[in-house]
């Protein structure tokens, strides 16, 4: 797999690949052909969320206060919180290899080359529709 961190909104990787390979909403996050060299690979992605975890110590502190007072605590729900961190993990395959990236592939060099520059265009990019006209 390929991942990196998407600090963009949700589906937005979808909207790219989507513009930019021209799918119209078909198989957008499978098989999505791409050719580097003449050799035609297949992409599909993910979208995978990898939560944060996180103590809100004010809270506890001021339900101890309480605690200690004869009072009972009021913000006991909102001791921790969750924030996720959203990543795009991205395998690759072709006709004859199952997996482009796994170590001993012959084409994993030019497939990760191929797949730093998508990223590259994808983070730096606004308006996806400006994909169609590079080249």
């Known amino acids: 797999m390929f991942a990196f961190e998407d600090p963009k909104d949700a589906d937005a990787f979808y909207n790219y690949i989507n513009i ?13 052909p ?3 060299d003449d050799n035609e ?3 599909s992605f ?8 996180s103590l809100n110590l004010l809270t506890m502190a001021v339900d101890v206060a309480l605690v200690a007072s004869d009072s009972e605590p009021m913000l006991s729900d909102s001791y921790a919180t ?3 961190n959203w990543y795009i993990a991205i395998e690759v395959f072709s006709a004859t290899e199952k997996d482009c990236l796994h170590e001993n592939s012959p084409s994993r060099a030019e497939v990760l080359s191929y797949l730093r520059a998508i ?3 994808y983070l730096s990019t606004h308006n996806y529709n400006e994909t169609l006209f590079k080249n």
């Open 82 to 84: 969750r924030d996720g």
């Open 41 to 43: 690979y297949f992409l």
């Open 20 to 32: 930019k390979y021209q799918l119209e909403d078909y198989y957008v996050d499978v098989e999505v």
């Open 46 to 53: 993910y979208e995978v969320e990898i939560p944060d975890k």
């Open 34 to 36: 791409f050719k580097i």
């Open 119 to 121: 990223k590259e265009e």
